[in-house]
């Protein structure tokens, strides 16, 4: 089992930044590719971000390309997501997530979430 607990959230103005952590415990020795996902009042849970376990291999969603980005550190069993130049539409509870390999369809674990509010 892991468990993953996010932090960082918010109340940030738009066009602010924002780090969001997410620490894994755990059965952390194995090798986790991990996941940013969002979910906004009324609205499904939608991808946000994905990075392999060496770093190597990112993936965004669109909305959220060349404004958020992001990272690990396997040493601290932590995940990041830098939100930089936030719009009121990136509003959302923001999950980290894990899964065993890259291409894997499904997430195996996932955190209770970090609230990100952005006024305009």
């Known amino acids: 089992q892991v468990q993953l607990v996010e932090s960082g959230g918010g109340l940030v103005q738009a066009g602010g930044s924002l780090r969001l952590s997410c620490a894994a415990s755990?059965?952390?020795?194995?090798?986790?590719?991990m996941g940013w996902f969002r979910q906004a009042p009324g609205e499904e849970r939608e991808f946000v971000a994905a990075i392999s376990w060496g770093g190597a291999l990112t993936s965004y969603s669109d909305s959220v390309k060349g404004r958020f980005t992001i990272s690990r550190d396997n040493a601290k069993n932590t995940v990041y997501l830098q939100l930089n130049s936030l719009k009121p539409e990136d509003t959302a509870v923001y999950y980290c997530?894990?899964?065993?390999?890259?291409?894997?369809?499904?997430?195996?674990?996932w955190g209770q979430g970090t609230q990100v509010t952005v006024s305009s």
């Open positions: 997530a894990a899964k065993s390999g890259y291409y894997d369809q499904e997430y195996n674990y």
């Open positions: 755990g059965r952390t020795n194995s090798r986790y590719t």
